[in-house]
């Protein structure tokens, strides 16, 4: 793996950019983040380039979108790029051999939904014409996204996780401290984002939102094992660990849009909604879908010792001899395929993946529904649309 030379950090942050490389750890390399300089290039024309070379490489490294989230994908595709872009451009100046980890979880790919949910929610808001309100929401979706990376970066070294988005988990390749200095290096630049848009309601909702966070991960770390946990704990821990993060991004577009009190309301409730109900959908994920389209191997959530909600809801169904077994599957970290589908079957017998899918069921309708009457009706129904089609994952 090649790190950035101090001779291209004092070129500065665009030239590191482009003079550095991905590796993709997997049977295919990915191009280089941006091609080599070539002595020949005229530098009149190298600049004009650089920006389209960056989003060819950002656009290839952007999954297809899930169909029923393409039109959410489309509105919001040209901000998305500008966010991922200024990611690239402020977390690759470390002169250490950690950017290569900052690579790694940055430009790995990833929906980017939570910044696409704060963009789309900002132009819901009429925020298409003002020019600093856009340039806000670009800062704060850099911000949530960093947020986001820093807490997948830690919970895979706390999980033991093996994948992440395809990919060998970072601690897998660099080490724990690396992941875990880069994850601190990650939430140091979402707040110094936050700060630089001014807007103090703003900064204290986000300081909230890693506060809380930090908490569902306490609270999963200590619930780890612990067959009593019920459903509402289990609930808990979904509404901090991921609603909380999409709340944030929600409701930072109403505040950036300064919206009524009623409209901020709403747009809180429709996301931390659409997160526990995607969150809850990849719960039933993780023992139905496929390794290849998760981006991690499927059952990894009973390898980690992780007691989601499917599988709260089956412990609380079965008898003593099956407890003991799933017991003993979460202190393994090599369960087979095969005792995943049998753990995957008795959630099935027992109806957890039907009732898990009604919870979530649940709060995606009322997610889509808290939006009703707000904003341009055609960015409404974009947004309603992708809340409402999270569930349709599964099939």
Known sequence: MTTLS????????LRALRESRVRVWSSKMLPMLF???????????????EFSAEDAMLSSLQPKPFEDFAALYAETEQETHAV?????????????PLPDVVRHIVASGGKRLRSRLLIASAKLL?????KKVLQGTILLGGAIEAIHCASLLHDDVVDGSKMRRGLPAAHHVWGAQASV????FLFARAFDLMCRQSEMKILTLLSQTALRLTQGEVRQLYSA???????????DIVRDKTGALFRAATLSAALLARASTQKQRALALFGEQFGIGYQLTDDMLDY???????????????????????????????GRKQRRRIEQLLVRSDCASGEIDEVASLMRE????????????????????ALEGIGDARLRGILQHACLASLGRLS
């Open 35 to 49: 091609s080599s300089p070539n002595p020949d290039t005229n530098p009149d024309t190298e600049a004009a380039s």
């Open 225 to 235: 094992r612990a067959l009593s946990m019920t459903p509402d704990e289990s609930l």
């Open 288 to 318: 139905l879908g496929e390794s290849r389209t998760l981006g991690k191997s499927r059952g990894d959530d009973l390898r980690d010792g992780k007691i989601t909600y499917p599988l709260v809801l089956c412990l609380s169904r079965i």
């Open 350 to 369: 027992t109806g957890c993946f039907d009732d898990c899918a009604s919870v979530a069921k649940k709060a995606l309708v009322a997610g889509a529904e």
């Open 126 to 130: 009429g925020c298409q014409s003002k």
């Open 6 to 13: 101090a001779d291209s950090l004092k070129r500065g942050k």
């Open 84 to 96: 991922s872009r200024l990611l690239l451009e402020e977390t690759l100046g470390l002169a250490t």
């Open 181 to 184: 200095l880069v994850g601190d």
